[in-house]
């Protein structure tokens, strides 16, 4: 179907809504490979409003990469047109809100996606070239994470939640040209995101914001994958990605990205498997689990969370409780328990636990027969959210499909119990210590609170002795010597806002129920505080 010219002219109200949707299904519609009259028409869309609509950035955008980048073989000249990419979308979106500025890197972040997953075999570029393009695409993402962190520190999303005039499939389709639809158009698109991410993308009335945080999830992991496979030979390798990605994380704020991260280590294996190693995928995971688990952040409190739908509040934080107890139940089984202990004494010192106890009280009505749970930890709560499905409660409707694993690891855990019990020692399951606590009062007395604290001070202290751990035994990569000088990671500089001042229930409720950190992230794993 052939377009028309859109003369110049001022667009009032919906004359602009129904060209601008006009002209998208014309350019669906359309067979031809001819599109500079369309680029014109959507210029002119874009011209047409200080604070243009997304489709008409994402358009043109698309319009012109296709007009001025033929297919090339050459990976130098498809690195430059993704930055010439990168500078033209960053340009287009200066007036526009964060989170639709965020959004409108996804085509760049999909085109530099591409370019890594296509050095896998270019063997003719030889060892030289190969690290002349790496360095210039880690260069590009850089960039872009750059970009998305002063946008973010921008925090000026009021009207980003009108979302898409188009559905979002459509951006895509005119992006990468496919005829795949669904979720196997949106795989394309994000090939770093799992299916329970793309799924949701995939639902109509997806919101700005929830699309950013998923582009900010997808530089997140790139830069990483592209440290992990082609950085330096560091020792404390991990050690330093993990204080980026603490630093990072912390520097967003953004509640929809740290949930795709909590979602994506729901998974078995991280969707990464065409850009890394097995044995790099896992020292992955391991940064990402420290980041999540190891770090408290205060855009994650529920007084910053009033805007958020309660449902998705609570879906995450229920994952979260999920994410730690499957991490301390993988570093239990690799007998790594200076690790796992590390992740119950961080998570029974945050806020999550009794946030998630509130959130799920007051969505049940404390009126339900649920009570409250027997303890704390990962597993109690875990085993506290399953009676309260039993009932009838919907709350795992998030994670559904982890559940049948859920509850076979609550009972393997229960089946282990059991064994130590009858050896005449009371356990403690999370961890797999013995306690030995005959004789001990269980009236709340001093000496039982005494008792209590002396084992988890205990706890703590052996969890510390993880630093003194990597000091000493940090992966060799590459030829790299366990022996070399300690690199210092430079650090971002984040316009962080202290918003201290709780209000009305929720305030009451932290001052009642949990301990402030004093700070925006606080490192479990610090040596100063050991003793």
Request: proline share 3%; net charge negative; hydrophobic share 40%.
């Amino acid at each position: 179907m052939a377009s028309t010219l859109i003369p110049h002219r001022n667009f009032i109200g919906q004359n602009f809504e129904q060209t601008l949707n006009q002209s998208m299904q014309d350019l669906l519609d359309s067979r031809t490979r001819d599109f500079s009259t369309f680029s014109s028409n959507f210029f002119t869309l874009m011209q047409a409003r200080a604070n243009p609509p997304l489709e008409t950035i994402w358009v043109y955008s698309a319009l012109s990469f296709k007009r001025t980048n033929l297919p090339k073989d050459d990976i130098f000249d498809r690195v430059s047109a993704a930055e010439d990419l990168f500078q033209s979308v960053a340009g287009f979106s200066a007036s526009c809100s964060s989170s639709k500025s965020i959004v409108l890197l996804a085509p760049v972040m999909y085109e530099v996606c591409r370019l890594v997953a296509d050095l896998e075999g270019k063997e003719e570029l030889g060892a030289k070239r190969e690290k002349k393009v790496v360095r210039e695409i880690k260069s590009l993402v850089d960039a872009v994470l750059g970009s998305i962190s002063v946008c973010c520190s921008a925090n000026d999303d009021g009207e980003c939640e009108v979302g898409f005039s188009r559905p979002f499939e459509d951006l895509i389709r005119v992006w990468i040209g496919e005829n795949s639809e669904g979720k196997e158009l949106f795989k394309l698109f994000f090939p770093l995101l799992v299916d329970e991410i793309v799924g949701r993308l995939s639902v109509e009335g997806t919101s700005f914001s929830e699309v950013a945080g998923v582009v900010i999830a997808e530089a997140f992991l790139l830069k990483l994958c592209l440290d992990f496979r082609w950085g330096d030979s560091e020792p404390e390798l991990e050690k330093e990605l993990r204080n980026w990605a603490v630093g990072s994380i912390t520097g967003f704020r953004n509640f929809h990205f740290f949930d795709t991260l909590v979602r994506i280590l729901l998974e078995q294996t991280l969707p990464v498997n065409s850009l890394l190693s097995s044995e790099d995928e896992v020292s992955l995971r391991n940064v990402i689990y420290d980041a999540v688990i190891l770090a408290e952040y205060s855009f994650l409190n529920l007084d910053k969370l009033v805007d958020l739908p309660a449902k998705c509040v609570t879906s995450l934080a229920i994952a979260r409780v999920l994410v730690t107890h499957e991490a301390t139940e993988l570093f239990r089984r690799k007998g790594d328990q200076t690790k796992a202990i590390s992740y119950i004494n961080a998570f029974s010192g945050s806020k999550l636990p009794t946030q998630l106890v509130k959130l799920v009280s007051n969505e049940i009505g404390m009126g339900s027969k649920a009570g409250q749970p027997r303890g704390l930890s990962p597993k109690a709560l875990m085993k506290w959210l399953l009676n309260i499905e039993d009932q009838g409660f919907r709350l795992l409707d998030g994670i559904a499909q982890y559940k049948s694993r859920l509850t076979f690891d609550i009972l393997e855990a229960e089946h282990e119990q059991l064994a130590y019990d009858r050896r005449g020692r009371k356990t403690d399951a999370d961890l797999g210590f013995f306690i030995d606590n005959k004789g001990e009062g269980e009236d709340g007395s001093e000496n039982d609170e005494r008792a209590k604290e002396s084992m988890n001070a205990a706890f703590v202290k052996a969890a510390r002795t993880m630093t003194s751990a990597e000091n000493g035994g940090g992966r060799k990569r590459k030829g790299g010597s366990s022996g070399g000088k300690k690199k210092h990671i430079k650090f971002l500089k984040y316009n962080l806002h202290n918003d201290s001042g709780a209000s009305g229930e929720n305030s009451a409720f932290l001052r009642n129920h949990e301990a402030s950190t004093g700070s925006e992230v606080e490192d479990p794993l610090s040596d100063e505080d050991i003793d």
